[in-house]
Structure formats: structure tokens, C-alpha cells
């Protein structure tokens, strides 16, 4: 009975393990997207402000999407 429980305990890690190892796949093609979206988002600002020279409006909220990335640097760091 203890080596039943053993086994599967190890299985059940095991396949935790290999789940979290492939979560990054899904990570890495969401931070592909994502620069992406970036580029798009650049493209879009520049279009809008050679539109409108004497605009101040925030096209985009680089500063937010900076403040996620700079906490994303910080959990990956740790």
C-alpha cells in the first residue's frame, strides 16, 4: 500500500512539475504578442501625433504598461 501511495504522490508531482515548466511556453508566446502590440501601439502614437503636432493626449499608457513590466522584471529576478 505505501508503494502505491508513493508512486502516485511522485506522478502527481511529476506531472505538476512538467504543468508549471509549460506554463513559460504560454508566457513566452503572450510576451511575443505582447511586442506585438507594442510595435502597433508605436506605430499608432507616431501616426497620431504627426496628425495632431500641438496634442498632448496619451495615445497609449506607456507608463502604466511600464510600471507592469518593471513589476514583472521584479518577480522574475527573485
Not at 501511495?5 to 505538476?16: I, M, P, R, S, V
Not at 513566452?28 to 499608432?44: C, F, G, P, S, V
Not at 496619451?58 to 513589476?71: A, C, G, H, R, Y
Amino acid at each position: 500500500m505505501y508503494n502505491y501511495k508513493l508512486t502516485e504522490q511522485d506522478n502527481k508531482a511529476t506531472k505538476f512539475q512538467e504543468e508549471r515548466i509549460n506554463a513559460f511556453s504560454g508566457l513566452e508566446d503572450r510576451i511575443d504578442n505582447i511586442k506585438k502590440l507594442l510595435r502597433q501601439a508605436k506605430i499608432e502614437t507616431i501616426k497620431t501625433y504627426r496628425e495632431q503636432p500641438d496634442t498632448f493626449a496619451v495615445v497609449k499608457p506607456t507608463d502604466l504598461i511600464s510600471e507592469f513590466l518593471k513589476d514583472i522584471e521584479t518577480l522574475l529576478e527573485k
